[in-house]
Nanobody, 123 residues
Framework: QVQLVESGGGLVQAGGSLRLSCATS????????MGWFRQAPGKEREFVAA????????YDADSAKARFTISRDNAKNMVYLQMNSLKPEDTAVYYC????????????????WGQGTQVTVSS
């Protein structure tokens, strides 16, 4: 069983920044692509960003382009989401997930999920 633990969420004013971190227990972390999703109250979980195993390629949702950056450190078994210019509509629980197979934007393509970290952006 793989465990993913997110951290770094909190309350921030609009225009501010946060850096989310995700630690994984998988020893072969460097072999897996990873993703970040978010879920706002009353809404479905939505894709934010993904990164390939080497970190060479990233994918971003339209809502994240130019503001969010996904990265990873394979030596530390960590994946990150740097979020800048935050907006109130970015308020959600943010989840990291380990990609299994298929399209990066689908939740069904991910085998393991963290418990999530709350991000609240005030106006």
């Amino acid at each position: 069983q793989v465990q993913l633990v997110e951290s770094g969420g909190g309350l921030v004013q609009a225009g501010g920044s946060l850096r989310l971190s995700c630690a994984t227990s998988r020893r072969t972390f460097s072999r897996y692509d990873m993703g970040w999703f978010r879920q706002a109250p009353g809404k479905e979980r939505e894709f934010v960003a993904a990164i390939t195993w080497s970190g060479g390629t990233t994918y971003d949702a339209d809502s994240a382009k130019a503001r969010f950056t996904i990265s990873r450190d394979n030596a530390k078994n960590m994946v990150y989401l740097q979020m800048n210019s935050l907006k109130p509509e970015d308020t959600a629980v943010y989840y990291c997930a380990e990609h299994f197979s298929g399209t990066y934007t689908y939740t069904s393509s991910y085998a393991y999920w963290g418990q999530g970290t709350q991000v609240t952006v005030s106006s």
